[in-house]
């Protein structure tokens, strides 16, 4: 909840600054707005620590790996939104909106970095996720489905069928991608299918008071899909963290290097 209140208060916070972006309360050369550029470009340097701790072990024995993260996370998004408001929203001179291109680029590229990260984890702060777990609660899904319905053998092979469509080995990027993409749009028709031959099941035994509720069997169901596309999506997601990792260093260290220029330029000319 906390997360989601910061994220609210980000994004009001921002549409604020739009709209009152002409309005020239904020000045990037002189005041708070030169203050909000200082400020901003230093929790950016700050974000340094977090690489460097899991190479120093000194910054880990002062503070734990996962505090680091979550440093790195708050003051990814603090600092653009400071040098956004030192901007005035508005790009001014070509060094000053490259560096702030750049600086665009480094936050987008987090945010899709935190849903890929979260998409390989338990959580933020868990453990990482392995393709072995992913199996057995999908298997384990599908078993607590057919006992529900007194191992429907057409049921079964139904299931089957599904997750061995699903669970295909990997081949590329591209091919694999496309597969988790074809089953999160299918998803819907996989789950329908299902529930017309729990149907028949409930119609073939109208008379035996101990079938499961409806709306339990849905929500298993909904589990069961959900985890078969998960763990169809999870060697996608692992190297698309890994290309990501590949990508995300040059563009912060791009951004470094844009924003020491852009300062050296601001205050020499």
């Not at 910061?6 to 707005?33: C, K, P, Q």
């Not at 999870?234 to 698309?240: P, T």
Request: one cysteine or more.
């Amino acid at each position: 909840m906390n997360r989601h209140l910061f994220s609210i208060g980000v994004i009001a916070t921002l549409y604020f600054g739009w709209l009152h972006r002409d309005d020239n309360y904020l000045t990037a050369e002189t005041g708070t707005g030169y203050l909000l550029g200082i400020v901003g470009g230093s929790l950016l340097l700050v974000l340094l620590l977090y690489p460097l701790s899991k190479r120093i072990a000194l910054l880990t024995r002062l503070i734990p790996i996962r505090y680091w993260f979550g440093i790195h996370m708050l003051l990814g998004v603090v600092g653009p939104v400071l040098i956004l408001f030192h901007s005035n929203f508005q790009t001014g001179s070509t060094n000053s909106t490259i560096a702030l291109v750049c600086m665009l680029l480094v936050a987008g590229s987090g945010v899709i970095g935190r849903y890929i990260y979260t998409s390989i984890h338990h959580g933020l702060y868990g453990t990482r996720v392995t393709l072995q777990e992913l199996k057995q609660k999908t298997e384990d899904d599908h078993s607590e489905i057919l006992n529900l319905f007194a191992k429907d053998e057409k049921l079964n092979d139904h299931l089957t069928k599904m997750e061995e469509r699903a669970l295909r080995p990997y081949t590329s990027l591209t091919k694999s991608l496309l597969h988790v993409i074809y089953l999160a749009f299918n998803a819907p028709r996989f789950k329908r299918k299902i529930l017309r031959l729990l149907k028949s099941s409930y119609q073939e035994n109208s008379g035996n008071e101990n079938l499961p509720d409806r709306k339990e069997v849905a929500h298993l169901i909904s589990h069961y899909t959900f985890a078969l596309r998960r763990t169809a999506a999870f060697k996608v997601y692992e190297r698309l963290f890994s290309l990501w990792h590949i990508l995300h260093l040059p563009l912060f260290f791009l951004m470094i290097i844009t924003a020491i220029v852009h300062i050296f330029a601001v205050h020499i000319y």
